[in-house]
């Protein structure tokens, strides 16, 4: 018979795994908003690809865990589920940085200050939701955690959008126009897997609290 202690050690596992991936999610976006807020300098892409391998290895634990275990936490789908979302997270901060790289001076003048607030919100959003998973949280504190991401994600649609329109007015060279589009189109990419993450969490929520 497996004992009660070794049940607990694997659901910890698993909840220190997820915890893990979530916070090299919030490093790698902390890492962009760090180059977003001194334009003057490019980024180098080791960093974020360091980042996202970091994050790629956890994922990889958290499958060969699954595999050889029994009985989970949460449903392992749910598990494989959250572990996918949030390497996605890092994995498109590593595209925005390779563009910029690639935009060079072009880069330099782009004003991504609006974007820096609604980053910042969205990963400490979800590094709480994550957290507060193996201690079983009330569904109306995620739900109203999920809302703020909704919100949030549905703020990013707006300037997107007020983005594109200023873009096509032709105001900017051809050019820059089109790198434009490109890096505001990923960074709110990045907070729609914020929002994919809260909403696998949402439906975890929803079947085991």
Same mark, same amino acid.
């Given at each position: ?23 090299? +999610? ?17 980024? *180098?892409?080791?960093?974020?690809? $360091? ?27 749910? #598990?494989? +589920? ?14 925005? $940085?390779?563009? !910029? ?21 969205? *990963?400490?959003?979800? !590094?709480? !939701? ?25 703020? +990013? ?32 990419? #990045? ?13 975890? $929520?929803?079947?085991?609290?």
């Amino acid at each position: 018979m497996i004992s009660v202690l070794r049940l607990f050690s694997q659901d910890n596992l698993f909840f220190d795994l997820l915890e893990a991936a979530a916070q090299e +999610a919030k490093t790698s976006v902390h890492a962009l908003l760090i180059v977003i807020r001194t334009p003057g300098q490019l980024p *180098t892409l080791e960093e974020f690809v $360091a980042l996202r391998k970091e994050d790629k290895k956890i994922r990889q634990r958290l499958a060969a865990e699954l595999a050889k275990t029994f009985v989970t936490p949460i449903d392992r789908e749910d #598990i494989d +589920a959250l572990s996918h979302a949030l390497y996605r997270i890092p994995k498109t901060v590593e595209k925005f $940085a390779e563009r !910029m790289i690639i935009a060079g001076s072009q880069a330099a003048t782009m004003d991504f200050s609006r974007h820096v607030i609604l980053l910042e919100q969205a *990963t400490e959003i979800i !590094m709480e !939701m994550v957290k507060s998973l193996r201690h079983r949280p009330k569904i109306e504190v995620i739900r109203q955690q999920n809302q703020q991401l909704q919100k949030i994600e549905g703020d +990013a649609d707006k300037l997107l959008s007020e983005l594109l329109r200023e873009i096509y007015s032709g105001k900017y060279p051809p050019l820059q126009a089109m790198l434009l589009r490109d890096l505001y189109e990923l960074l709110e990419k #990045i907070i729609d897997r914020c929002r994919d993450a809260g909403n696998i969490i949402m439906q975890i $929520a929803l079947k085991h609290f």
